[in-house]
Nanobody, 124 residues
């Protein structure tokens, strides 16, 4: 069992930056692929970014490429999402998720564990 707790959300103006963190419980964090997803009001949850177990490869949805960076620190059981050049359309609740394995996983149903989410609001 893995428990995930996100933090770092907030209100920011367009063009600003935020760094989200997600801390995982347990001693097997390095066995999990980690992902970030987001859900805007009235929309389905969508993939944002994922990182493999040993921080060797990352993958992003097209709309955030060049602006967002996913990283992880296995010693701290933490995955991060650095978000720069934020846009109003990035407004959503952001969730981190964990999946046992070592491939790219970009579909919600592939992930085994989810955090409670953190709100990101970007004003224009």
């Amino acid at each position: 069992q893995v428990q995930l707790v996100e933090s770092g959300g907030g209100l920011v103006q367009a063009g600003g930056s935020l760094r989200l963190s997600c801390v995982a419980s347990g001693r097997t964090f390095s066995r999990y692929v980690m992902g970030w997803f987001r859900q805007a009001p009235g929309k389905e949850r969508e993939f944002v970014a994922t990182i493999r177990r040993n921080d060797d490869m990352t993958y992003y949805t097209d709309s955030v490429k060049g602006r967002f960076t996913i990283s992880r620190d296995n010693a701290k059981n933490t995955v991060y999402l650095q978000m720069n050049s934020l846009k109003p359309e990035d407004t959503a609740v952001y969730y981190c998720a964990a999946k046992a394995g070592n491939h790219y996983y970009i579909v919600v149903r592939h992930y085994d564990y989810w955090g409670q989410g953190t709100q990101v609001t970007v004003s224009s």
